[in-house]
């Protein structure tokens, strides 16, 4: 979920190049009811967005009733890298932080360390 375009599409050519399915919603509350239609193995989010930011946006999903929702792996995608700011995002549910500009290899090394199903294929 993020409200930049460019953001979005940039995000969306190296997941898919790297063999990743992808949705792509523009605000917070997409996001939610998004995760209400169907399963995800992991959810990045941009912070800043309008009608739900992504830190409320995250405090909604945790509050899901339906718990395979309700625990989906959450990593902000943020221009916001000052110190502290990490925390912010841990505390609203997020899993994973990474700040943007956005590069190829730290996008994959956060979906790959907080992705769902990485989660199931390390417990066999």
């Known amino acids: 979920a993020d409200d930049n375009p460019v953001n979005s599409?940039?995000?969306s050519i190296i997941l898919r190049r790297a063999?990743?399915?992808v949705d792509v919603v523009g605000d917070g509350r997409q996001a939610v009811e998004a995760l209400a239609e169907r399963r995800y193995d992991l959810v990045l989010m941009d912070v800043q967005m309008p009608v739900l930011d992504g830190l409320a946006a995250a405090r909604t999903i945790r509050g899901l009733a339906d718990p395979r929702q309700a625990q989906v792996?959450?990593?902000?995608?943020?221009?916001n890298a000052?110190?502290?700011d990490d925390e912010v995002c841990f505390a609203?549910?997020?899993?994973g932080y990474v700040s943007k500009p956005i590069s190829a290899a730290t996008l994959l090394?956060?979906?790959?360390?907080?992705s769902r199903r990485q989660r199931l294929s390390r417990v066999g």
């Open 9 to 11: 599409k940039l995000a």
């Open 82 to 84: 000052m110190r502290g």
């Open 92 to 95: 609203a549910g997020r899993d």
């Open 19 to 21: 063999g990743h399915r």
């Open 109 to 114: 090394d956060a979906v790959r360390r907080h």
């Open 73 to 79: 792996p959450i990593v902000a995608i943020t221009a």
